[in-house]
């Protein structure tokens, strides 16, 4: 009608002489026109942009999953990876997984021809491609339970494959071995193991063996037992793994070039801290470390020299120990422990500190809570000294160790394990480490989580 209208107009126009008042018409009418079809655009780019953010309106009917060639197409090619899961988990949100560090690529590695030749180079033990954990313990006595719970809970997450170097007493190898073979078929083929016997190879054995406890000072001599391993995990009988092993394996790639050892802090508070008040002689930085859990590089241990207060050109670590232990055996209280403190106070640079969550013990709970990293983060590993695991003097520490101990490996693990652990706990909330559930729980669930994800989901 308007193109009408400014024909018309024009036509009239050029015949009256009037082209001057015609040409205002058509240019006001193209605007008008403009400005119509910029308004219309903008309402129909609003309705798209609310669609896409908002979805569709509560009075649409949505489409149903399953509708479409495309989609089941998709189905048919995923059938085989995608299960349901159970109502245990549709119910809850997913935990956001820790990221793993990130190793760099081979772009930006350190080329051959300016690395020291003389420096052993780092190296995590694959075989036909998959990464294995190297896991040591020594036991004597009758530690044969509480060891063997502590190798299932680092079985029952870990996503790599494990192999157990089990350091032990005679009498007690028939019994690890036949504890072993009696675990399901699924969890054996994701391990193996050796058991050795009790082997000081330096110095006086019974000495070595008498040293804090019986066959503690064993960890000591690995780096010259395991010859053929390059790197491994040491933890005493009493430690528990709330979260996958692979975990505190990954900590071995953050080291630096001069690190060949992790431990953790023996207290975060160096004022009220053992070693700090009582120690008569050397320990590590402010507060000294616990040994009870130890990553070590045995590849760098062997080939470095070690400051000392007895020589200054260094020693070897297998020349170092027992000339260490005379000078020290008089002022040492806590053993192996106390030797590892005095090494790494004059060879500060070779030692890797991780928190105190992946070594978390009554003493950070016992007279307030004192490990930050827990509060925040949850316990990795749970280290159950002073005999907690089997008196009534810490029921937070005892109820998770019962609730592992008892746990039947072909059971669901949230049926059988997390809901009935998560019970038992409600009993110790009126102490000061039983507190705050979620320091203990939280890493346990989520690791539950990541294993049913990785063995259910995407292999099941």
Not at 151 to 179: C, G, R
Not at 282 to 289: C, H, L, R, S, T
Not at 359 to 372: A, K, L, T, V
Not at 378 to 397: E, M, T, W
Request: glycine fraction near 6%.
């Amino acid at each position: 009608m308007k193109n009408l209208t400014a024909r018309k107009c024009s036509a009239n126009d050029v015949s009256a002489g009037r082209s001057g008042s015609c040409e205002r018409l058509r240019s006001h009418t193209m605007k008008l026109r403009y400005k119509i079809a910029a308004v219309l655009g903008c309402l129909v780019g609003g309705r798209l942009l609310q669609y896409l953010l908002l979805g569709m309106s509560t009075g649409e009917t949505p489409p149903r999953v399953g509708d479409g060639r495309a989609w089941r197409a998709v189905q048919a090619f995923q059938g085989r990876l995608v299960t349901r899961q159970p109502a245990a988990f549709r119910s809850q949100p997913r935990p956001a997984l820790s990221p793993r560090p990130r190793l760099l690529s081979k772009r930006h590695k350190k080329p051959a021809s300016d690395r020291d030749l003389r420096e052993p180079i780092f190296r995590l033990h694959r075989q036909n491609g998959e990464e294995w954990v190297h896991l040591a313990v020594v036991a004597c006595g009758d530690r044969l339970e509480e060891t063997m719970t502590m190798l299932k809970s680092a079985i029952l997450f870990s996503i790599y494959k494990i192999k157990f170097h089990i350091f032990a007493e005679d009498t007690l190898h028939s019994q690890f071995e036949s504890s072993i073979k009696a675990w399901p078929y699924l969890y054996k083929t994701h391990l193996e193991y050796s058991i050795y016997p009790i082997n000081f190879s330096v110095g006086n054995p019974q000495e070595w063996k008498k040293l804090f406890k019986p066959c503690a000072a064993q960890r000591l001599f690995l780096p010259m037992i395991l010859k053929d391993v390059d790197s491994l995990l040491y933890v005493d009988t009493d430690v528990l793994f709330l979260r996958s092993v692979d975990d505190v394996w990954n900590i071995l790639k953050l080291f630096n070039s001069t690190q060949l050892a992790a431990m953790a802090p023996e207290h975060e508070i160096p004022k009220i801290g053992w070693y700090s008040r009582f120690a008569r002689h050397p320990y590590y930085g402010a507060a000294g470390v616990n040994s009870g859990v130890m990553l070590m590089n045995l590849t760098r241990i062997r080939s470095r020299l070690f400051k000392n207060s007895m020589i200054p050109t260094g020693l070897r670590w297998e020349d170092l120990l027992y000339p260490l232990y005379h000078k020290y055996k008089n002022d040492i209280t806590w053993g192996d422990q106390d030797l590892l403190n005095i090494i790494f106070h004059y060879n500060p640079e070779y030692l890797y500190v991780f928190p105190c969550q992946w070594n978390y013990r009554p003493d950070h709970c016992m007279y307030g809570s004192n490990c930050r990293g827990a509060e925040d983060q949850g316990v990795s590993i749970l280290h159950g000294n002073r005999g907690v695991y089997h008196n009534d003097k810490q029921p937070a520490f005892k109820v998770m160790y019962e609730a592992v101990r008892n746990f039947p490996f072909e059971d669901n693990l949230f049926q059988s394990l997390y809901f009935p652990l998560q019970k038992s706990f409600m009993n110790t909330v009126h102490t000061l480490c039983g507190r705050l559930p979620q320091v203990f729980l939280k890493q346990f669930e989520q690791a539950m989580r990541k294993a049913y994800e990785v063995r259910v989901i995407h292999v099941g």
